[in-house]
């Protein structure tokens, strides 16, 4: 199975960027989801999250008011949508996928991850 993250770029502080993270298998639709990012130097970061059903998400402190995790089953696709963005936010972003259906902010709970896509904000 293969997650192939897109929407990544270069904005100005304050811009909004939504990512996307499609997955191969239609049966993964009902499984956890999530992102991550990684900025330079600095380790990988749980940024939000999905369970199975879509009842329930998950977001960093960081994040919490400006990002909106969601999903399309019918697309196979999981959306990230960043609002007022801050150079701090500057970093490569992971999609991941948990097979077992547990999910959660540990990132080795997640068993498939994406190339992860560049996102870049200038002051």
């Known amino acids: 199975m293969q997650l192939v993250e897109s929407g990544g770029g270069s904005v100005q502080a304050g811009s909004s960027l939504t990512l996307s993270c499609a997955h191969t298998?239609?049966?993964?639709?009902?499984?956890?989801m999530a992102w991550f990012r990684q900025a330079p130097g600095q380790d990988r970061e749980f940024v939000a999250s999905?369970?199975?059903?879509?009842?329930?998400?998950d977001y960093a402190d960081s994040v919490k008011g400006r990002f909106t995790i969601s999903r399309d089953k019918a697309k196979n696709t999981v959306y990230l949508r960043m609002n007022s963005l801050r150079s701090e936010d500057t970093a490569v972003y992971y999609c991941?996928?948990?097979?077992?259906?547990?999910?959660?902010?540990?990132?080795?709970?997640?068993?498939?991850w994406g190339q992860g896509t560049q996102v870049t904000v200038s002051a």
């Open positions: 991941a996928g948990d097979r077992h259906g547990i999910g959660g902010r540990p990132a080795h709970r997640y068993d498939y």
């Open positions: 298998e239609r049966s993964f639709s009902s499984n956890p």
């Open positions: 999905i369970n199975w059903s879509d009842s329930k998400t």
